[in-house]
């Protein structure tokens, strides 16, 4: 991506990863240029003190170890680190990243933010666009974080952002080598990240929509994962959507395959199959499910999302909302 890189750090070549942004943030990989503000932020006894592996005072050679490991980290798969960069000026602000675990089912959240920039909501800001990320990006289905018991900016961030508190316990602090020093547990599931989103433009309790089963030659069952920005973002569902006024679910159907995928279907392909009916917090969803073994064209996520052919017996590996989630063992066995 040399042209985004440009456009963000003129005359600067990033390192390969993710560019997040919000309405003021950019959240960029980490690159050599960054070492002396990044050094200057750090180094601050009530930033160090904060961040359990920096050291107080830190060298300036360690901020630039730190920045070489983070892309080391990000190649091998072991961390997604970034750096806070406030729009459009393209000053530092901070560091926030996440440490995956080896089975890449969780990641640990971090986060700080120089002493200059405290007080402006840029913590809570990051955070949350990290973690929106993360869950649709990643194979990840919890977040964590450690916190000092007395970090009380973080302790707001986390509750904010809906972390529940796990547990307590202690954590050698670099800063102050010997002692161990109070924390506090959080842990954010991927579900009670969006369980309070309204269902938007929802005006009945019962929400109707359609899905297919697609089955290719080879018995496999296409599965689309939910891009960023869309409710249950990272989950993996049956192709499909809602039903729009008069129309049958059928024709809702072939509209979406149509408009999701690319796929041209004849509704008379579609063989009935089962239904699903699932409460969810703030509404009840009814979702008839079809078979279809002919199109014409092929899948392609035309909203950004990710496909994926699956065999029958290995679709309980994928995270699915909770309506799908039933659906696999009939599938299962039906093929």
Not at 98 to 108: F, I, M, Q, V, Y
Request: some cysteine; glycine content about 8%.
């Amino acid at each position: 991506m040399p042209d985004l890189f440009d456009s963000l750090m003129p005359g600067i070549t990033l390192p390969p990863g993710p560019v997040l942004r919000t309405s003021r943030l950019t959240l960029r990989p980490l690159h050599g240029d960054d070492v002396a503000a990044f050094h200057r932020l750090i180094n601050d006894w009530d930033i160090c003190r904060r961040v359990p592996d920096a050291p107080f005072p830190y060298p300036e050679s360690q901020a630039q170890e730190w920045i070489q490991a983070a892309a080391r980290d990000r190649e091998a798969g072991r961390a997604e680190q970034f750096a806070i960069e406030e729009t459009p000026t393209g000053t530092l602000v901070g560091c926030i990243g996440l440490k995956l675990s080896k089975d890449r089912k969780s990641a640990e959240l971090g986060y700080w933010i120089g002493r200059p920039h405290w007080r402006q909501g840029f913590a809570l800001e990051a955070a949350r666009r990290i973690a929106d990320w993360a869950f649709a990006s990643l194979p990840i289905a919890q977040l964590h974080a450690v916190v000092a018991s007395d970090n009380d900016g973080s302790l707001a961030v986390l509750r904010h952002l809906g972390f529940e508190q796990t547990g307590k316990g202690h954590r050698v602090f670099s800063c102050r080598p010997g002692e161990k020093l109070p924390v506090k547990h959080f842990t954010l599931a991927r579900e009670a990240s969006y369980a309070a989103e309204p269902v938007a433009a929802q005006k009945s309790a019962t929400l109707l929509v359609v899905a297919a089963a697609l089955i290719d030659a080879k018995g496999r069952v296409l599965l689309a994962r939910r891009p960023e920005g869309k409710k249950m973002a990272g989950l993996w569902e049956f192709p499909g959507g809602k039903l729009e006024p008069g129309e049958t679910p059928e024709a809702a159907l072939a509209r979406e395959l149509r408009e999701e995928l690319g796929l041209e279907t004849d509704p008379k392909d579609f063989a009935p199959f089962v239904f699903a009916s699932h409460a969810y917090e703030t509404f009840h969803l009814l979702m008839p499910v079809f078979l279809c073994r002919r199109w014409k064209g092929e899948p392609r996520g035309r909203e950004g999302q990710k496909l994926a052919w699956v065999a029958p017996e290995d679709l309980a590996e994928y995270p699915m909302p909770a309506a799908d989630r039933p659906l696999i063992p009939m599938l299962r066995d039906f093929l």
